[in-house]
């Protein structure tokens, strides 16, 4: 029997449609430079590397606005973490908990971060306590809900099989749940992370001294949408190199675990 030939598509390595992307994208990227009102957002591409430049070395701010906004993700993330798993399983595991907590949980995830960023200030001050309290809220939201759902739809027959062989709860959710579930707890990893990220703007748009995101809601005050530009591009950046960490640790952990390929 033949083997089925490859496509056109097939044949091309995974690098080559990597060039492609980029490469359509400064397409677009230079039509939307020399149109008459988007060419007042969109400076042309070769243009960047001196807005880096200007950014980056004559005024010395993207450095420190960059490692400030990593810490404060980094904090509110880890804590929103901390906070998601055991409220997951337990929300799972335990109904009165989840007839508790659940509702508050969709209620809240309703809200936009924005929107009650003002009271975690007045609450906590001035400072990065509020900005790591908004971004840990918004993490904990999207994340308790992802592994909630792996935890719940985990087969009742192997915790059945682990009850009958003598297994107690300690049992039960160290070797059944948390291998059944990690698949879940990675993909909530991945999506916390990037709630993590586009939450930044709410959580330092007020109270905040240092950051991608203050310095953002700064070139807009100033009508500076070049370097403001440059800033949503490097948020980008930070965004899809978090992501291919996560991708990585998953694979790593879930390589026994059958993926389709689309």
């Keep these: 029997m033949k083997a089925k030939k490859k496509s056109v598509v097939d044949r091309i390595p995974n690098w080559a449609w990597l060039l492609i992307s980029l490469a359509a994208a400064l397409l677009v990227w230079t039509a939307l430079s020399y149109g008459t009102k988007t060419g007042r957002s969109f400076c ?81 001050g001035v400072g990065p306590q509020p900005q790591i309290t908004v971004i840990t809220i918004a993490t904990v939201l999207i994340m308790s809900v992802t592994i909630y759902q792996g935890v719940v739809n985990i087969d009742e027959t192997l915790i059945k099989a682990a009850r009958v062989l003598g297994a107690k709860d300690k049992d039960v959710f160290i070797r059944v749940i948390a291998p059944a579930s990690l698949p879940f707890i990675l993909t909530a990893a991945r999506l916390g992370a990037s709630t993590a990220l586009t939450t930044l703007i709410a959580a330092e748009s007020v109270g905040s001294g240092l950051g991608l995101g203050m310095r953002i809601r700064a070139f807009n005050s100033n009508y500076e949408p070049y370097p ?19 991708k990585f640790v998953e694979r790593k952990l879930t390589g026994w675990q059958e993926k389709r390929e689309i």
């Design 44 to 124: 042309h591409p070769w243009e960047m590397p001196g807005i880096f430049m200007t950014v980056a070395v004559e005024r010395g701010i993207l450095l420190s606005d960059t490692a400030g906004s990593l810490l404060t993700v980094l904090a509110g993330y880890l804590i929103g973490f901390a906070i998601s798993l055991p409220l997951a399983i337990l929300m799972a595991w335990y109904r009165p908990v989840r007839y508790v907590v659940q509702p508050w949980i969709q209620f809240i995830r309703n809200i936009p971060p924005l929107a009650y960023v003002p009271l975690i200030v007045l609450m906590l």
């Design 228 to 246: 403001m530009l440059l800033y949503i591009i490097v948020i980008g950046i930070i965004g899809l190199i978090i992501e291919k960490l996560i």
